[in-house]
């Protein structure tokens, strides 16, 4: 099947266990599978990884403690293929989508959110999801050098404008109140994209 443009992407960052699954699986919970997906550019890099080193996809794609055994060693490994293509991961991750809306969960170098600036600059759109170290303590995360200190984490600390930041702590707004602008948004791209599917 060919590819086909997407109407909106909305590329999320944020630091390790701020929410970026959880906020980024509920907006295509809110919107539905027909309409938008989510893409991880680490799907791609975890796959060809746990391959060639033998282990547990599953585990490494998930959210438990499995997969930060290897993360130093994955951010390594990935940084390697990046630097002969810098949107080597970005390209694998939305081969094939076809939804109107793609959900990028985990951009995390300016050169992942350049890539979709200067391939997409009409759809794309920068979303932070922030969270208190307290909070990412409680959903699990311990400072750990030469990840949480290194690009991988810290790429996208500043510089970036982000077009809307989301808060993810329980004394925040709803998620679903801070999501309201983006899934009206995507709502009526999704509309607008299928009028122009049967118009044609
Ligand atoms: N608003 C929330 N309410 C309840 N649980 C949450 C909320 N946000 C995140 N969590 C939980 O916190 C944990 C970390 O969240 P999540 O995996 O989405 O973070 P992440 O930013 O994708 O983390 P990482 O990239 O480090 O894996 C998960 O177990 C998730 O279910
Ligand atoms: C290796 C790496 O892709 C791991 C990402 O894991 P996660 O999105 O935090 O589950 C991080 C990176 O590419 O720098």
Redesign the pocket.
Known sequence: MEDREPELILVFS??????????T?LIQERLGPDVCCVLRLSGPLKEQYAQEHGLDLDQLLG?GPY?EQYRADMIYWGENKRRQNPGFFCHLATKGAQQPVWVV??ARRLSDLQWFWSKYPRQTHSVR?Q?SEKTRQQ???SFTTGVDDAESECGLDSGVEFDWIIT?E?DAPS?DKQLQPILTLAKETAVLAHLSIISQ
Not at 14 to 22: A, C, I, L, Q, V
Request: no cysteine.
């Open positions: 944020g630091k390790r266990k701020s929410g970026k699954d959880y906020v699986t959210s997969k969960s985990d999801v969270s959903r699990g995360w993810n329980a998620l």
